[in-house]
């Protein structure tokens, strides 16, 4: 009987090592989560601060964290051939062209089209925080521009998340409030929105082959992001790269805050179909 308990536990033992490689090789396959925290404290008497966000991540973009300590005033030129994306997480200021202006104040977004320059203008006592994304068109993108409808084309195109069109998704539980920032058919292969709830929750397992993806944690947001057999903490004020065609979930625990958004860059136009999960809050809710 001895002999047979000790055999019994051998096996079990293993079966816990084989068990335990298999799970180690499967993380080990998958891609690793790229997270990068921002540098929210300027030092000394610095005015401006900048900083490189998950260089070669997303194809022909780059994206920065920048900062204006006031007063100050700077002045932005904007190339032809691409398109900047200024999404405001803290601070206050004034964006400025020739012909328009707008208010700045955390959770908003800007998205001049106009040729030439644009400023922003910071109030003494205040620091304004931004990220800049600025996106190289390709020649199909420019075409694509041209076709959009005469409503989605602006000078500037500015909103407050909190204005922003909600809808519901069957990965997201009743409580959750998800908002569309940046619809489709304003920049070419690119949309943005928000998703906001409070802990125990979290956003259901799926996957998008068709899309890059990444994560902008804002205010208070304490997550767990998992993608495949990897996970990471996700806090306010990172950046986060969901690896590409992976299995991806967020979770929250209970009485912490999960809110960040989300910037999907579309491989292709057709890929902009999975925009179509999204339902508008006052038009499908009794159907879904």
């Not at 994306?85 to 959770?107: A, C, R, V, W, Y």
């Not at 994560?215 to 969901?242: C, M, P, Q, W």
């Amino acid at each position: 009987m001895k002999i047979k308990l000790v055999i019994r536990k051998l096996k079990n033992l293993v079966s816990l090592i084989l068990i335990s490689i298999a799970l180690f090789a499967c993380s080990n396959d998958s891609p690793e989560i790229i997270v990068q925290e921002f540098q929210m404290r300027l030092t000394g008497e610095t005015q401006t601060f900048s900083e490189a966000l998950l260089e070669g991540e997303i194809d022909d973009t780059r994206i920065k964290h920048i900062a204006f300590a006031g007063p100050f005033q700077e002045s932005i030129t904007l190339s032809e051939g691409y398109v900047n994306i200024f999404i405001f997480i803290k601070g206050n200021g004034m964006m400025l062209s020739d012909s328009s202006s707008f208010q700045l104040e955390p959770e908003s977004i800007a998205i001049p089209f106009v040729p030439g320059n644009i400023s922003i203008k910071v109030p003494e006592g205040d620091t304004l925080h931004f990220l800049q994304f600025t996106k190289e068109l390709s020649e199909q993108d420019k075409k694509n521009m041209i076709s959009f409808p005469e409503e989605n084309k602006y000078d500037i195109f500015f909103t407050r998340f909190i204005d922003c069109e909600p809808y519901i998704e069957k990965i997201k539980s009743p409580k959750t409030i998800s908002r569309t920032v940046l619809p489709e058919d304003i920049i070419p292969r690119v949309a943005l929105g928000t998703v906001e709830t409070i802990g125990p929750d979290e956003v259901g397992a799926h996957e998008h082959a068709m899309l890059d993806q990444l994560f902008l944690g804002l205010t208070n947001n304490d997550v767990t992001v998992h993608a495949d057999a990897r996970s990471t903490e996700f806090k306010e004020y990172y950046l986060l790269h969901i690896p590409i065609g992976s299995t991806h979930w967020v979770k929250v625990d209970e009485d912490k805050k999960l809110y960040y958004m989300w910037m999907d860059f579309f491989l292709t136009k057709e890929g902009q179909e999975w925009l179509k999960t999204h339902k508008p809050v006052e038009k499908d809710k009794k159907n879904y």
